[in-house]
């Protein structure tokens, strides 16, 4: 699994959590202020759109990693291992 899914997920609904404590807390009094807004709304907002980045990235990009005997360096890393009897 590539570890943008997990990570864009846990951001993803920490941003859903922040937002929806920010609006729905009723003391405005209690609010810690960012210019004006609640930051509990703006860093929320931040971790949505960070979460929704990685989810985008993860579903367009294919696997990173490739099988060694898929590259040169590969077969030939893999010929030299089993020629001096690193691999079976």
């Given amino acids: 699994m590539d570890i943008r899914v997990p990570i864009g997920l846990l951001f993803t609904a ?3 959590l922040l937002v929806l404590y920010g609006l729905l807390t009723g003391d405005p009094a209690a609010h810690h202020r960012l210019a004006g807004m609640d930051a509990n709304v703006v860093s929320g907002v931040g971790m949505l759109i960070f979460g929704g980045v990685l989810l985008m990235l993860s579903r367009r990009g294919g696997p990173t ?4 005997m898929t590259t040169p360096e590969g077969r030939a890393t893999e010929e030299r291992e089993r020629r001096t009897g690193l691999e079976q």
């Fill in 14 to 16: 920490y941003g859903v």
């Fill in 65 to 68: 990693a490739r099988r060694a």
